[in-house]
C-alpha cells in the first residue's frame, strides 16, 4: 500500500473521527460534505457562495461533464479547477452510478457499459480504462474506480449481487492497472507525488449482504487505493438497514486511509455514519430540497417554506443558524413570497443554509 494520504487526528468510541486528507488542490479536514456540482457548477450559486457554507471539496459527474462539453474541452481550457472556478479540491465519480441510474440507455458488458446519449442518441462506451482516462483530463484531484452498481430488490435486479460484486473487483484492477500507466511520470519524479497526482479510491459494493460487503471491503483493502468508498447504499433501503451495515462495517474500515460513503446527505444519517468512522459524504438532497422550499432546522427538523403558516413569520429560517441566509435576516415570510412568485433567489438562499447545516454537523466533530 502507498505512503497514506490520511492523518487521524481524533479517534472516539462513540463520536467516530477526525482526520486530515492530503489532496494535490489542498488539505481537507474530516469529516466534511461535498456539494454536488453535476456539470461543474452547483445549481444556483456561484463558487464563492458555495465556499462560504464551509465546503472544502466539490464533487462533479465524470458521465455528464464527458457529454457536454467533453473532457479534451475542458483540459484545454485548463482543467475543472480553471474551468468551474472553485479553486479547493474536486471529486470525480467514475460513472458507475450512471450504470445503475440510467438503466434504460445503458448495456452492461465485461468490457465496460454502453450508454446511449439521451439527447443526441449517440452511443458512448465507458470502460473501467476510459473512466480513468476522462476523470484525468478532467483534472479532478480524487477520481473514482468504475463499480457495477445493481439494484438492492433481487427481483428488479439485472444480475445476482454477487456477480455485480465481482465485476466491480475485476473492474477495480483494470483502473489501477490504468491509472497507475497514465500517472507513472508523476510518480516516477520523487518529489512528493501527492503534489503530482490524484488519488484513487476503491468502491465496495455488496448491496446489503454482509458476506458479500466483508468479501467486497477485504478486496479493495488489498488493493493500493488511497481511499475506501462505500457504494450501493442510500438507494432505496431504509435507514434501519443502512445504519446496521455502516454497523457491521466500522470494525472492519482500515483506519489508516480516509473513508467515503457515496451518495448521502440526509442529517440523520450523517451522523450515525460519522461516528461509525465515515469521513466524507456527498448528495443532492440539500440542493434540491432548498430549491423546493424545503430546510433543516435545529433538531434535524424539515420546514416547507411554501407553508401558509409562514406568510407572516418575520423569523429567520433557524435562529441558531450562522449561514448567510439566515445571518442577513432574510424572513420566513420574504422566503414563502420567492417561492410562490417563482423567484429563482429562493432556491439559491434555502441551498446555501442546508448546505451551512451539513457543514455544521460536520464541524461539530473536528
Known sequence: MPKSHFTELKRDKTDGRSGILNTRAGKVLTPFFMPVATRG????????????????????????LHLQPG??????????????????????????????SLANVRKITEEGVQFKDPKTGDEVLI????????????????????????GLDPAKARVRTDEAVERTHRWLLRCITEFNRLTKSANATGINPVAKRPLLFGIVQGGLSKDLRAKSLEFVQNTPVDGVAIGGLS???????????????SPLLDPARVHYLMGVGDPADM??????????????????????????VTGDKRLNLNNGKFAKDLGPIDKRCDCHTCVTGYSRAFMRQLFKTGNSLGGSLASIHNLRYLQRICESYK
Not at 466524507?280 to 424545503?294: A, E, Q, W
Request: charged fraction near 20%; glycine fraction near 12%.
Open 271 to 296: 451522523r450515525h455514519a460519522i461516528k461509525r468512522g465515515m469521513d466524507m459524504f456527498d448528495c443532492v438532497l440539500p440542493t434540491r430540497n432548498g430549491r423546493h422550499g424545503s430546510v433543516w
Open 41 to 64: 457548477a452547483v445549481v444556483g450559486l456561484e463558487p464563492a457562495q458555495v465556499a462560504a457554507t464551509g465546503a472544502q471539496m466539490l464533487l462533479a459527474n465524470t458521465y455528464h
Open 127 to 150: 470502460t473501467p480504462e476510459k473512466s480513468m482516462q476522462i476523470q484525468l483530463d478532467l483534472g479532478a484531484d480524487i477520481i473514482m474506480a468504475f463499480d457495477d452498481l445493481t
Open 235 to 249: 438507494v432505496g433501503e431504509g435507514s434501519k438497514e443502512m445504519y446496521a451495515m455502516l454497523d457491521f462495517l
Open 71 to 100: 473532457e479534451k474541452v475542458i483540459k484545454n481550457l485548463g482543467g475543472l479547477h480553471s474551468f468551474t472556478g472553485w479553486q479547493g479540491p474536486m471529486l470525480t465519480d467514475s460513472g458507475g452510478f450512471q450504470v445503475f
